[in-house]
């Protein structure tokens, strides 16, 4: 399983290339619109890759979460000036990030199935893998030593960096918690929409923030998906436990 868990590093290491190079070329609101669409490549790779299958429900439940969010991200831009400039490289590598990703989850919950790793297993090995990937890249482009250079005389930005790694840190033991436990497409579905509740929740908790039509009507639309797949998950539970009880 070593190398295989290195190959998912590095596809993982790849991915978020493609995106954070993909902001050179193309418009955040761009970018972060096509991110919106992470829950597709997901489900298509488990179902590909994987072999998985998914219920109607399920297919549906993607279909209204990731076109709401998609509409919710789009009802901000203005007149769609964000999207000038968008070059095709740009494009590419946004498509690559997203095929990535899908190639990514899938390997992820194939993983997980056949080794059955922890929560901090899995962590420590994505994790250490990317570090081994990543450190001789940073030598040879001498980016490793500029980047320290630039740290040390500043104090405050040290500590700054100190507590973004550590929330970063505390961040991925509920990713990889939900990567090894309900399954990747769940942990996607749930970065997927955290920003729309984070936006959400400010409109609710500061009177001065406010949402238009187009963005009431997404809010509506992701609650739809998300209430049908509690609602298909329940029912799968309940069924299990009835199943049980029968033996």
């Not at 997980?112 to 790793?117: L, V």
């Not at 997927?192 to 997404?218: C, D, E, H, M």
Request: one cysteine or more; proline letters at 3%.
């Amino acid at each position: 399983g070593t190398f295989w868990i290195a190959l998912i590093s590095f596809s993982y290491l790849l991915a978020m290339t493609c995106s954070n190079q993909a902001l050179m070329y193309v418009s955040y609101t761009f970018q972060a619109l096509a991110k919106s669409c992470k829950m597709v490549p997901v489900m298509l790779a488990n179902v590909i890759v994987g072999g998985k299958r998914y219920s109607f429900k399920e297919y549906l439940c993607v279909s209204l979460i990731t076109a709401g969010v998609v509409l919710f991200r789009f009802a901000k831009s203005t007149k769609g000036a964000s999207f000038a400039g968008s070059s095709n490289y740009g494009l590419v590598l946004l498509a690559a990030s997203l095929v990535l990703d899908g190639f990514t989850s899938s390997n992820q919950r194939l993983f997980t199935g056949e080794f059955k790793p922890t929560t901090h297993q899995m962590m420590l090995q994505m994790n250490m893998w990317s570090l081994l990937f990543l450190f001789p890249i940073l030598l040879v482009t001498g980016q490793g030593v500029e980047g320290m250079m630039y740290l040390l005389p500043r104090r405050q930005l040290q500590l700054d960096v100190m507590m973004f790694s550590l929330c970063s840190a505390m961040g991925q033991n509920f990713i990889f918690y939900t990567i090894t436990g309900p399954g990747p497409l769940v942990c996607t579905t749930i970065t997927t929409t955290r920003k729309f509740f984070t936006i959400l929740a400010s409109v609710l908790l500061f009177p001065g923030n406010s949402l238009n039509s187009k963005q009431w009507l997404s809010v509506a639309i992701v609650f739809v998906g998300l209430f049908i797949e509690l609602q298909d998950k329940y029912s799968a539970q309940k069924a299990k436990e009835t199943q049980k009880k029968s033996k």
